[in-house]
């Protein structure tokens, strides 16, 4: 099972901190898992964007990079400052 963290605005879209999926067969790299995730939270396009990243066991990865049903995997929206 994967255990997928939204962080920000991202968890304000899903409704929830995190959830724990076994991900589906054909989700086997962060474009897949993106789209997945997107259509299965009703995400309206938020997760397919660029500016939202991803980090896989505590690391920001370069995408696409393959992903399994054991990661940690963290969607991580801009962060502002000032």
């Known amino acids: 099972m994967a ?25 086997k790299d962060t474009s897949a898992l993106r789209a997945w ?7 309206d396009g938020v997760f397919l964007a660029p500016e939202n990243r991803i980090a896989i066991n505590d690391e920001i990865v370069t995408e696409p990079r393959a992903v399994t049903d054991g990661d940690d995997i ?7 400052g000032g």
């Open 37 to 43: 995730i997107d259509t299965k939270t009703g995400g």
């Open 74 to 80: 963290a969607f991580l929206p801009p962060v502002g």
């Open 3 to 27: 255990v997928i963290t939204y962080w920000g605005k991202l968890a304000d879209v899903t409704g929830r901190a995190s959830e724990t999926y076994a991900l589906p067969e054909q989700v």
